[in-house]
C-alpha cells in the first residue's frame, strides 16, 4: 500500500520544477508582395499573372498589395529566353527593401512553375532579409 501512495503521490504533484511553459511558435505574419512586369517583353504578362495566383492562394505567407501599399518584396519579371539547352528561361530580380537579387529560372509550364517558384519565395525573402543581400 505504501508503494501505491507514493506513485500516486509522485504522479499527483505539481510538476513546479520542470520551469515555464515553452513558448508558442511565433505566428508568421503574411508579407506584402507585388509582381511586376516590363509591359513590352512578350509572354511575361503571364508569368505575372501565374506567379500573382500562386502567391496569392499562400495566404499564410503572402498578400498581394493594395494599390496605396509598399510592398515588402516585389518581384521583378524582366525577360523570357532560352538556355543553351532549349529551356525557357524566366529572368527577375527579387527587392526586399534595399535588397536585390538577379535569378534565372527554368521552366516547361508556366502555371506549375509559378506555385513552386511561390512556394520557395517566402524562404527565400526571410533569408535575403537575415543576410542582408
Excluded: C, H
Excluded at 23 to 50: C, F, H, N, Q, Y
Amino acid at each position: 500500500m505504501p508503494l501505491i501512495t507514493l506513485v500516486l503521490a509522485a504522479l499527483l504533484a505539481p510538476q513546479a520544477s520542470a520551469g515555464p511553459a515553452p513558448a508558442a511558435p511565433a505566428k508568421v505574419v503574411p508579407m506584402t508582395v507585388r509582381v511586376e512586369t516590363d509591359a513590352k517583353s512578350a509572354g511575361t504578362g503571364e508569368w505575372a499573372k501565374e506567379l500573382g495566383a500562386a502567391l496569392a492562394a499562400r495566404k499564410g505567407e503572402f498578400r498581394l498589395v493594395r494599390p496605396t501599399e509598399k510592398a515588402d518584396l516585389v518581384v521583378r519579371i524582366e525577360s523570357l529566353g532560352k538556355a543553351q539547352d532549349g529551356t525557357p528561361v524566366m529572368n527577375g530580380v527579387l527587392v526586399r527593401g534595399e535588397a536585390k537579387r538577379s535569378f534565372a529560372y527554368g521552366y516547361r509550364d508556366v502555371k506549375v512553375q509559378a506555385e513552386a517558384l511561390a512556394r520557395n519565395l517566402r524562404k527565400i525573402a526571410d533569408q535575403m532579409m537575415t543576410a542582408g543581400k
